[in-house]
């Protein structure tokens, strides 16, 4: 079975500072990996995917995540936070033979004036 | 409609009452996903609905729980004789048919269960 960790329950980063969210998974066969982010009292709103080709992907509002087979990682990565990035943010797995996609506990982002 | 819609936005029920969340999808997309988040956690899998096939119903927690959907049209999560566990926001999900375009969520619905 597929599973999805996201170390970090929460990240706190100054504003202007690069942030990094980690999420590793586990899945047989080629992943297809997500990340959304959910503002207070919002349903999650998709940032950015992996299906394949460049392992660096970019995405939504200046965020981009790099796939790393050996690793079995996708962190999320954005070089310049903004205090409008503090969010709950999730990585989702899918393997190829699934249809539903498996999600993360959740990290929430913090960045600090 | 441009989004996925769902209602009601907030339930408050009686613990043993019965209730029903409806679920509108994004016309045309034919996959309809229910998850379920519990307040500090990750969302957990319920349902999943593709076109006219047989739902994957492996996520539902108990036989309480249940859902329906009519094509590619509302879904309906009906939760019978609820518990204080079932105090959760349960979010609806629809997507094209191949999952590569990723899920566009509904807001949810918060249900309390007094």
């Known amino acids: 079975a597929q599973s999805v960790a996201q170390p970090e329950d929460q990240v706190n980063v100054a504003e202007g500072n690069p942030l990094t969210v980690k999420c590793t998974y586990s899945v047989s066969g080629n992943p297809y990996l997500f990340w959304y982010v959910q503002y207070p009292n919002r349903g999650l709103q998709f940032l950015l995917k992996?299906?394949?080709?460049?392992?660096l992907v970019k995405g939504s509002y200046g965020f981009e995540a790099e796939f790393n087979k050996s690793q079995t990682s996708f962190h999320l990565k954005k070089p310049s936070a903004l205090v409008s990035d503090s969010a709950l943010y999730f990585c989702?797995?899918?393997?190829?033979?699934?249809?539903?996609?498996?999600f993360g506990s959740g990290t929430q982002l913090t960045v600090l004036p | 409609g441009a989004g996925v819609s769902q209602s009601p936005s907030n339930k408050v029920t009686e613990k043993g009452k019965d209730v029903e969340l409806r679920c509108d999808p994004i016309?045309?997309?034919?996959?309809l996903y229910w998850y379920r988040q519990r307040l500090g956690q990750g969302l957990e899998f319920l349902i999943y609905f593709q076109g006219n096939s047989a739902p994957d119903k492996s996520g539902l927690p108990s036989d309480r729980f249940s859902a329906e959907r009519t094509g590619e049209s509302v879904s309906t999560l009906t939760i019978q004789r609820t518990q204080q566990e079932d105090s959760a926001v349960y979010l609806c999900?629809?997507?094209?048919?191949?999952?590569?375009?990723?899920?566009?969520f509904g807001s949810g619905t918060r249900l309390t269960v007094v």
């Open positions: 992996y299906i394949t080709g460049d392992n």
């Open positions: 999900a629809s997507t094209r048919e191949t999952a590569n375009y990723g899920y566009t």
């Open positions: 989702a797995v899918r393997p190829g033979s699934a249809r539903q996609l498996t």
């Open positions: 016309s045309g997309h034919t996959a």
